[in-house]
């Protein structure tokens, strides 16, 4: 895999994530430009509150990671890592596809959920711990935990992330 980024304060995170993902082979056809914006308020589509405060976003029309340098650096050098790794996750599951032959809509995760099951695969579980509790919530976390077993991951997390979309999370 292969990350490009012109932003020196990238480079050194480029480098790390870059190096530690490059074991899993799901990664090897990752080619992907990494740059940095002040913040999000001028974000197409920044209208969405939670868009403006995300870390992060993968652009799959322009095929690149936009960093959110208001919110990112304010994180701990593991959460930057797992975060960047978390985008890659979104590539990975749009290029190579989730870890199991998904079913029909609605019984599906949504990318954002099987690029976290990526990350935890990849060694993140723990930072993915730290940075989910506050934003998706303690179950969320607990599913995350049984990233080791696919359909159990799969099972108890569909049902999450269904209430999840349809707004009866109020975490
Ligand atoms: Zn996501």
């Known amino acids: ?19 530690k993902l490059s074991a899993y082979n799901e990664c090897d056809e990752i080619d992907l430009t990494v740059s940095c914006r002040d913040t ?5 589509g920044a ?13 799959a029309d322009v095929g690149d990671v936009l960093i959110n340098r208001a919110e990112f ?11 960047l790794a978390h985008e ?3 590539v990975v599951c749009k290029q190579v596809g989730p870890p199991v032959e998904e079913e029909p809509p609605p019984f599906r995760l949504s990318c954002d959920t099987w690029a976290d099951w990526y990350t935890c695969k990849w ?9 989910r509790a506050t934003g998706y919530g303690s179950e969320y976390c607990e599913y995350l935990k049984l990233w080791e077993s696919v ?21």
């Open 123 to 131: 060694g993140y579980l723990e930072s993915a711990l730290r940075l």
């Open 88 to 90: 890659i996750g979104e």
């Open 73 to 83: 650096f304010k994180q701990d050098m593991d959460l930057q890592e797992y975060i």
């Open 151 to 171: 359909s159990d991951f799969r099972e108890r997390m569909l049902p999450w992330y269904h209430r999840k979309v349809s707004g009866q999370l109020n975490e």
């Open 1 to 19: 895999m292969r990350l490009h980024t012109a932003d020196p304060e990238l480079e050194e995170l480029c480098r790390t994530v870059e190096a």
């Open 40 to 44: 999000f308020e001028d974000l197409e």
């Open 47 to 59: 209208t969405v509150r939670a868009l403006r405060e995300t870390y992060a976003v993968y652009r």
